[in-house]
């Protein structure tokens, strides 16, 4: 199988995954439409460095036919104070470095615009987003508070848009989507054409959080291709695009890259050579540590089944309703997980694709009394905590 990045001949799976729900994040109104949602397998596939690839892992079963977003897709992460807080700073960061102040910002993927508002608000900056998946009574708030500043355009950016010019261009949580991320690259690289100042900014998860620190719940159907900090870099420069800088942030859950045109320095592969053969050895062990802690959570669910207690799930976006999926199973009467608690009220009353949860808000907990709950971002817990203490719901709090 070819890598989809580097077009390397060498790739092989490592991990399968036979039945996973193909959106995790659409909402879906009704038990029974969630329950015969669609699925489908992953086959987790490595581009393995020491035989010459570029390291990264990829669901090699991907179809992209099965994927068709639309406006019921809800992906919204802002509801969360934490997630809120890591975006405000990230956009704060960002200006200050690049000095966008009175510049053209354009945003791929820019969902209701929440992000790129932030940009133009902080810098007096003028933003064009694209997302095919936009649904303009969700951006309103964001385009009226920023006045002939914003404009988005419900389609994905191509080559009709290259007369859109851009002093930096972000993309955030659209990489890792993409069935041919070396095309996608490519062609921003082109439309970039001799703007040679023009920063591009990617935000991706961080696959090396989820094989070293074992974040099982991160691997989901919607993601084709799962990014390490070196791989990512690769990705980059064989595009034509020169890494400046990636670092690793919210929690180490995600993986950002700066990079700007120009002409990709002799050795640079060679470089990363020592990481890339740390993280070799990471994979090569991770399939067994994968099914460790699967058993780790089937024990659990068996303690509470045995003693008829309930237990929730806090988090019903794509590390909720995978974990649902392949360890807890179906809402059937003897499952202790009924419920999955979520912030964002856009998905109260919904179901949990392929499983069949109700996802409730924080305030149902109060009569579902959990003996458990089950956080699934260790990056919320004292936020989570915090709205326990408050609804005076004495429960064991673990993390997935
Ligand atoms: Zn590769």
Not at 226 to 233: E, G, N, R
Not at 237 to 266: K, M
Not at 367 to 376: D, G, K
């Amino acid at each position: 199988m070819a890598c989809p990045s580097c077009g390397h001949l060498d790739a092989g799976e490592f991990l399968g995954m036979p039945r996973v729900p193909v959106l995790c994040n659409v909402l879906l109104h009704a038990r029974d439409e969630a329950i015969s949602a669609p699925t489908a397998e992953i086959s987790l596939s490595f581009c393995r460095p020491s035989s010459g690839g570029c390291g990264l892992v990829f669901n090699d079963a991907f179809k992209p036919e099965l994927m068709r977003y639309t406006g019921q897709y809800e992906n919204a992460l802002h509801f969360s104070a934490t997630f809120q807080k890591y975006a405000d700073d990230l956009a704060r960061s960002l200006v200050e470095r690049h000095s966008l102040r009175g510049r053209r910002i354009i945003e791929l993927g820019c969902g209701d615009g929440q992000f790129l508002a932030m940009l133009c608000r902080l810098g007096s900056n003028s933003g064009l987003g694209f997302d095919p998946a936009h649904d303009p009574s969700r951006s309103r708030e964001q385009v009226d508070a920023s006045p002939g500043s914003i404009d988005i355009i419900s389609e994905y950016y191509g080559p009709a848009h290259a007369h859109h010019t851009a002093d930096f261009i972000a993309c955030r949580h659209v990489l890792e989507h993409i069935p041919r991320p070396d095309e996608f690259l490519r062609s921003i690289r082109r439309t970039i054409g001799d703007q040679r100042d023009t920063v591009v900014f990617f935000e991706v998860p961080n696959a090396l959080w989820t094989i070293e620190q074992m974040g099982i719940w991160d691997i989901i159907y919607e993601h084709v291709l799962y990014f390490t900090p070196p791989s990512l870099s690769r990705a980059f420069s064989n595009a034509g695009l020169i890494p400046l800088r990636t670092d690793t942030v919210y929690s180490g859950q995600f993986l950002t890259i700066e990079a700007r045109p120009g002409d990709v320095p002799a050795g640079f592969a060679a470089g990363l050579d020592h990481e890339q053969r740390r993280i070799e050895g990471l994979v090569d062990r991770f399939s067994e540590r994968y099914r460790e802690k699967l058993t780790q959570w089937v024990g659990v669910l068996d303690n509470l089944r045995r003693s008829s207690r309930r237990g929730v799930l806090w988090g019903a976006g794509s590390k909720g309703v995978t974990f649902l999926n392949v360890a807890a199973g179906p809402a059937d009467q003897d499952n202790p997980f009924q419920h999955i608690v979520d912030i964002n009220p856009r998905k109260h009353g919904c179901f949990v694709a392929g499983t069949g949860q109700q996802i409730v808000a924080p305030e149902a907990l109060r009569e579902i009394r959990p003996a458990v709950v089950v956080i699934m971002n260790p990056a919320y817990r004292d936020e989570i905590a915090s709205q326990l203490r408050s609804l005076g719901v004495d429960a064991e709090v673990m993390v997935a």
